[in-house]
Each structure stands twice: as structure tokens, then as C-alpha cells.
């Protein structure tokens, strides 16, 4: 599920001169180097820099192609004062590398220690020239074909099963398709332990969902059809696994997958990946232990239900107060509002929360007359509750829930939800689902009936510095 989180709080802004020189203080001659480099990269057109505590990105379009950083940092031995780390999509094949390193698939990055300028000759030009090719924007395509940059690591261990051919997600032309496939996974009580399909209908409409890497979601398919996937909720850095029935065979496979295109690298080049395997799948758990997964309990995905009576029973809220829905008014901006209060940020929404909120309206299952507010005496919304139905199924799931941190505790929240529940049960719905056990749902009649456990990896990753890493 995913939550309105907390939008990060960058920084007060610092200058550049001021960053790179409490990064390179008391590294004279690397920073002598880092100034002649830094001359050379800027010249082949926009630049931007990025100065963290352990290297110095150089960027276009806010996508690295080329670093620097000081070895000094981390003392081991007799080290030249900096190192330059360049990422191709070829290996180049000159010798003057100290390392080159197939970081991910089909990117490799190539560090050269400097120690001298006079190293920085038209051979190093002319890769920085390609590296800041490489990163040139390039408009999207009318519609999103299936990339074949990007190929499944073949298993370590093949169990039996019915063949399946693995192809990438094609983005915007995949997803009615992932869809289908999700809502013909459906067992009553969620006892697949796939994603319902409003799960993944919400995600792909959230404002957070990181659309650059949706050509790094997995998918596996048998005589025309998707029998298994492997893809992220909100952004890389997390796995979730779908399986039609007779493919669970496929695991190594969509482990292998998720290890090589769907974890986060860190800036200090660590990898983390976190998995979500149903607690009933204790195959899928050894093989995570045996990868070196280990348990979080606390990031662990439960999901309730609550069989919806008919008929059901009125709802009702304090006076003053009413309920309506976005049907009645699409007013984006209290929307905006009570989300970002209900969720705890602090003060008022940013200007541009209107514009996210109208983002999550694209889905072609997204209903305003489901998306139930309560509205204060004083116009505000003070609680809101987004309610999908799944036709084929005849299911409702919950999300997003919030309510003003001004009006909590007065039962509130909970009437929008039943609301909500009731229009669905008035289309066919005979069950709704949410992903929480919080006792705000369980009093109200919601109960546990599935649960993906969340399985956690952090690995030393080569990129971007390769084996020069930092820290003991």
C-alpha cells in the first residue's frame, strides 16, 4: 500500500564553491585535478554537479554519466590523489583503466586514477564525450515498446514446470494487460496472495510511481498470456512477486530479476532490495535465506477483509457535518488538503499537490462517486476515503484513508470508509479489502486474512567506484 509519505525537505540551499570546498579540504592536489577535470566535462555541454560526502557527480539531466572522488578518503595504501569513474554502455578495451565494471546490465563504468592533468588526454575526452551522450534526453515514443536492453539472469537452480518466455514491461500498452492478468489471479480471501488488481491500478497512478524504470518490471508469459511477474509498487528498491496457478516454479527466476534490475543503489555503492513473499510460501523463504535475505517483520504487508451485508446498514455522521464525493464536486484542492494533513505533513500542501491529485484520476477504474469526503461545517474536508470496485471480481479495495489532524476521533474517518463500502456493495461488491491491520479498520469488522512478509538485502555494489569503496 502505498502511503502519502512525508515529501522530503531538501536542504537549505548551499553554493557550489562552499560544497566543493569543505569536500575536497585538505586535498589540494585532488582538488587541482577535480578543477582541470571539471573544465574539461563542462565544455561538452549542460552539466550539473552533485556534491555528496564521498564523490562529486557530474550530471545531464539529472542522470549521472561521470564522477569523482578522492581516495585519500579512505587510506589503503599508496593511492593517486583522484579517481575518475566514467559510465559506457560498451566496455572500452585500453588497458589504462585501474578496473571496469559491468555495474548493471549493459552499463559499465571505468575508473582511471589520476594524478597528473596531462592524463585527461583526447582518449579520456572522448569517452566523457560518450558517457555524456549517452545521457542525452530523448523524447518518448507515441507509444512505449518492450526494451531489449535489459535480459532475465538465467537461474541458478531450474525447478520443474511449464516453459515461459521472459519480455519487459512495454509501459502504458502493458498495463490493461497486467491488469487482466491480476483480476484472473483472484481467490476469494486473497488466499493467491497476488495483488488484487486496485492495488496495482493505484500504484501506476500515484504520483510517486517511478515511470523511468517501468522497462525493469519483469514479465514472464506462456501461450500469449502473463503467467508470472516481477515488479515495484511505488520505485526501485523493492519486489513484488504475481504467479498464476502452475508457475511458482518461477521464483529463481524472478529472484534472479529482481536482484539485477530492481534494487536501489545507494550513493555510497551499496544495493538494498526488499522482497515481499506470502507468509504460506515457504519454498520462496529458503531461497531468500539462501540469498542472504533476512526478515523485517516490521515492513510486512498484511491484508484484511469484511464481507459486505446487504443490505447495509445507514451511515451517518455528527451534525454540521456531510457526506459527499468527488462526483459532486471535483474540488482538488480540499482533496489535496485533507491528504496532506491526514497524513501528518506539516503546514500546507505545496502548490503543486492539485496537480498530483488529478494524476491519480487517470485510471480507467477510478470512480469520483467512490472517492467519499466528509465535509466540515466550515467547507473543509475534514476525511476522505478512496474506495475502487473490480468488477470481474466483485471486490472493493480501500486506499487512500485520511483524516485532518483538526477533527480526529470523531468517527469520521471511519463513515467515509463505510460509505464508501456501501456504493460498492450497491455496484455487486461482496467483499472489501485494505492493506492494514491498524485497529481503526479491525473495529470496524475488517480482519486479517493474508500476509506478505517483507524479506531484506544490502549488498556492496560495484558502481560507482568500484573496488575502491568507503568505509571500513
Known sequence: MIADMEREQEPAPQGLFAELEAHFAGLEASRMLFDVLRREIEV???????????????QRSGRPFAWAWAPRRYPRGNLAPLVLTVALRR???????????????????????????????????????????????????????????????????????????????????????ISDFLAGLYVPGNRDGNWLQPIWEYAYT??????????????????GRIV????????????????????????????????AHLALQDEDGSSVLSIFLNDWDAEFARLA?????????????????????LPF??????????????????????????????????????????????RMQFGPHYRKDLAIAVEAPGG?????A????????????????????????MGLGTAAVLEGIRRCGELGATVAYVGSTQPFYLAMGFREVARQECWVKRWRAEQPMGRWTAGP
Open 44 to 58: 561538452l555541454g549542460p552539466v550539473e554537479l552533485r556534491v555528496t560526502k564521498s564523490q562529486v557527480a557530474f
Open 91 to 177: 566496455r572500452d578495451p585500453s588497458d589504462r583503466w585501474k578496473e571496469v565494471v559491468e555495474a548493471r546490465l549493459g552499463r559499465f563504468t571505468h575508473h582511471l586514477e589520476l594524478s597528473d592533468p596531462d592524463q585527461l588526454d583526447d582518449q579520456v575526452r572522448s569517452c566523457l564525450r560518450e558517457a555524456w551522450d549517452g545521457e542525452a534526453p530523448s523524447p518518448a515514443p507515441p507509444e512505449r515498446s518492450a526494451r531489449s536492453d535489459l535480459a532475465p539472469v538465467p537461474a541458478a537452480v531450474a525447478e520443474a514446470g511449464p516453459a515461459a518466455a521472459f519480455r519487459q514491461c512495454a509501459g502504458p500498452q502493458d498495463f490493461a494487460t
Open 206 to 223: 500515484h504520483p510517486w510511481f517511478d515511470e523511468s524504470s517501468v522497462g525493469r518490471i519483469g514479465i514472464w508469459e506462456a501461450d
Open 228 to 259: 508470472a511477474l516481477a515488479g515495484y509498487e511505488s520505485r526501485l528498491g523493492e519486489a513484488f512477486f504475481q504467479f498464476a496457478t502452475g508457475y511458482r516454479h518461477l521464483r529463481h527466476a524472478l529472484l534472479d530479476h529482481a536482484e
Open 289 to 309: 535465506l539462501q540469498r542472504g535475505f533476512a526478515r523485517d517483520p516490521g515492513a510486512d504487508r498484511p491484508m484484511t477483509m469484511i464481507e459486505i451485508p
Open 313 to 358: 446498514p445507514p451511515v451517518t455522521v455528527r451534525d454540521g457535518f456531510r457526506l459527499v464525493s468527488l462526483a459532486d464536486e471535483n474540488d482538488l484542492v480540499r482533496w489535496d488538503r485533507v491528504l496532506w494533513r491526514g497524513f501528518n505533513h506539516p503546514g500546507e500542501p505545496p502548490v503543486d499537490g492539485p496537480h498530483d491529485r488529478l
Open 380 to 384: 473543509d474536508f475534514a476525511a476522505f
Open 386 to 409: 478512496g474506495l475502487w470496485f473490480e468488477p470481474v471480481n466483485r471486490i472493493a479495495y480501500v486506499e487512500p484513508v485520511a483524516t485532518d489532524p483538526d477533527y480526529r476521533r
